[in-house]
């Protein structure tokens, strides 16, 4: 059965999708003009304007709750096994993903605005499932639920709860020995606290965490590098060669070919920052604004500072240190142990504390997308059954070793991009009219 999963978990983020994912973004690039170049000074200042309209949170708040969902393992663990797997070209091609995902990113938060709604409680509802819903029209419905459905499952099973708490559980047995069932138990009861107070309470949490978090491993990383500094053009140097070449390395790495390169570097990046996959408008529709290319251009920033930013510091540190090219090392081991060769100890505890917190903010931002999905399909009236069905899958995380439940994970999280990616494209004159008019109005 696993092996079953596997394959098509490898059809699901084979080359088709990752060309639909990619391919979307440089159709939007090249439409919107390079906007993602352009306009990103403009993006930056919007973040910490005033804000003007209605909406649940502010617009800094929305990025937040977007970027604690966002700023996970992917940004530690999936940057590493992308770098084991594909070589230090694989970094460049997550780049490649993140330049041309910006644009992809932006257009979902100018939807997320343009056709979010209200619902009974008189809280904002909106992302894919309402663009598909109001912007393509009432006979894409079908959609609309694929979309949903999918979101509901990977907060259950996938992003939202099993992976993150198993990265929380295993960094903490490892660096202080302490029990994966215990902490599962606690970060559950912290997560309900949370999460029950709606999208304000997980917003204030998201707007004070993730900063803080992004600055303590931004420091940490650039403290890597920094002191690894006479490695530092070598290491761009097998990016950009191994991008397109291939590399062979010594230390028991058999060798990368551009093909592993390309997929695993756009995969990854892509997991990493979400873009296209129609998760981030849920937490954008909820921004206190009335302007949806404000909003697109604040979504836009996310994936700025997930993947050029976060993502390259770490993949600088791998490569810089030598470390990927050792045999046995792989995932967050293996950024564990470029922090260790530069702090010793200290520095894998740090990369520990990072880790919780990313992998603890993931879990929040998920809740909000998964509960948002419940509502499009069932209404408010049990919003507090899927609040406590999410509390209990994390208490679970800790118990469970469920290979083949992360593989579907992964295989629903690829289906999610599927309709969204459908609904932009169909809905790109809208974004493209929207655009234009916003900037000839200046």
Known sequence: MLKFFTILDNIVWGAPLLILLVGTGIYL????????????????????????????????????TALAATVGTGNIVGVATAIKSGGPGALFWMWIAAFFGMATKYAEGLLAIKYRTKDDNGEISGGPMYYILHGMGKKWKPLAVFFAVAGILVAYFGIGTFSQVNSITSSLENSFNL????????????????IFGGIQSISKVSEKVVPFMAIIYIIATLAVILLNANQIIPAFSQIFAGAFTGTAAVGGFAGAVVKDAIQKGIARGVFSNESGLGSAPIAAAAAKTEEPVEQGLISMTGTFIDTIIICTLTGLSIIVTGNWTVEGLEGAPLTQA???????????????????????????????????????????THIKLYRTIFVLMVALGGFLKLELIWVIADI????????N????????PIIIKETRHYFNKR
């Not at 029990?179 to 949370?194: E, G, Q, R």
């Not at 990616?421 to 790109?428: D, K, N, P, V, Y």
């Open 179 to 194: 029990s994966p069932k215990l902490v599962s138990i606690v970060i559950a009861i912290v997560v309900a606290i949370i």
């Open 421 to 428: 990616l459908i609904a932009l494209l169909a809905l790109s």
């Open 29 to 64: 690039t090249a439409r919107l003009g390079l906007l993602q170049v352009i306009r990103l000074p403009k993006a930056f200042k919007l973040i910490f304007a005033d804000d003007k309209g209605s909406g649940d949170i502010s617009s800094f708040a929305a990025l937040a």
């Open 412 to 419: 629903v999280n690829g289906l999610m991009a599927i309709p």
């Open 338 to 380: 470029a922090f260790s060769s530069v702090f010793g100890n200290p520095g894998s505890f740090a990369l520990t504390f990072c880790l919780v917190l990313f992998a603890f903010t993931t879990i929040l931002g998920w809740s909000y997308y998964g509960e948002r999905c419940f509502e499009f399909l069932f209404g408010t």
